[in-house]
């Protein structure tokens, strides 16, 4: 069986004050309902070699501390940058503005912005998982959430 190295979001839903969420109510108006849900996805053409977390703890303790010019763009990443956010802006008005608007959607493709670091296009896969009843503000909240993701997606079966 083939190993794919997945990354995982999830969501905590903490609704301390269920009078404001009226529609999202599913027990009584004076509890707190606590929960998780998460999704995973495969990495695009990630190894398990890559992921040698020795490699990170050493590269992690060897950094020298953040400069406020480690954050800071360059005059052509600034620009870049701009040139991103007025075409994202266009995006929209183009996508959500009508058909006056939806006229324009070739030539706003000619004018996608690049960088010459990119990955091939390909379709991510998303896997959403089960709502877990886990409160991870416990002390063994995270590990419950562990263990959920094991059970849910039958890891300790699948290693036999």
């Known amino acids: 069986m083939p190993v794919v190295v997945l990354s995982t979001s999830y969501h905590i839903h ?11 109510i599913i027990s009584h108006k004076d509890t707190q309902e606590n929960g ?9 053409n990630a190894k398990i070699k890559d992921l040698n977390l020795d490699e ?7 950094a020298t501390p953040l400069e ?21 802006i266009l995006c929209i008005i183009i ?8 006229r324009f959607k070739d030539d706003l493709t000619k ?10 296009p390909h379709v991510t896969p998303v896997y959403p998982l089960s709502s877990w009843p886990i409160d991870e503000s416990t002390i063994k909240g995270s590990g419950e ?10 890891l ?5």
């Open 145 to 154: 959430v562990d263990k959920a993701f094991v059970e849910e997606l039958k």
């Open 56 to 62: 990170f703890k050493k590269a992690f303790n060897e």
């Open 68 to 88: 406020l010019t480690d954050i800071l763009h360059t005059a052509e990443e600034q620009d870049f940058f701009h040139k991103c956010l007025i075409h994202t």
């Open 36 to 44: 998780i849900c998460a999704t995973i996805w495969p990495l695009h």
């Open 156 to 160: 300790k079966e699948s290693l036999t």
């Open 95 to 102: 996508t959500y503005g009508g058909e006056g608007f939806a």
């Open 14 to 24: 903490v609704r301390k004050r269920p009078e404001v969420l009226q529609p999202q």
């Open 111 to 120: 004018t996608l912005p690049e960088l010459e670091e990119k990955i091939e």
